[in-house]
């Protein structure tokens, strides 16, 4: 039975797909997990259809979750055209659609050689995007992209442009060995590109 979809602390996630651009280095998938804290078994079979991905979210009662966030064990974007397509079926379909989340990477724009931001507008109510460091070198050495220096500045032009287009662009970093000076260069590069710093905790695997 593949987990297309998973509760966790009051919202439902969706899980879309394996594929990731990054590596990064505290990625539970690099020990050999299939799963989380959030669910045991996040790896999939096979990339869910756009029409298995809506029967499964269908089957939910979502009006009762907090938050609708598109997450997953892979990068999110790589599903992008099928993620606006679910939110406008939902929409149609489901009245009190809780807010809806996306939690990426910021690659969007460099996976697909487009500009996605404009899709969002109406669509996404967050952008999460995972921030990691506040240097170029450091981000890399961190999430190990596929292509290198030119993900950076892809992930700080896409938060950017979709302040544009989104009611609210958090940008994450994870706590571990951030010292307080780092955290504070952090938020001020979100606060530069017109976004808010969210500093996570680690969760050991």
Sequence with gaps: ????????????????????????????????HKGSIYADDLWLE??????EALDDLLSRDLPSYRELVFCGFGEPAFRIDDICWLVDQLKARVPKLPPVR??????????????????????????????NSATAEEYCAVTQPRDGIKAWEAMLDFTRKATAFVP?????????????QDIARCRALAERL?????????IPD
């Design 168 to 180: 609210h662009v958090v940008m994450t970093i994870v706590d571990k060995d951030k010292t307080p």
């Design 46 to 51: 096979h990339e869910p259809s756009r029409q």
């Design 102 to 131: 996306i939690n990426t990477n910021g690659h969007a724009n460099l996976i697909h050689g487009r500009d996605v931001t404009p899709e969002l507008k109406g669509r996404i109510d967050t952008v999460s995007i995972s921030l």
């Design 194 to 202: 017109g976004a808010t710093l969210r500093v996570r905790a680690y």
């Design 1 to 32: 039975m593949m987990t297309i979809s998973y509760e966790y602390e009051g919202a439902l996630y969706v899980n879309l797909t394996n594929k990731c651009d990054c590596a990064c280095v505290f990625c539970l998938r690099h020990n050999g």
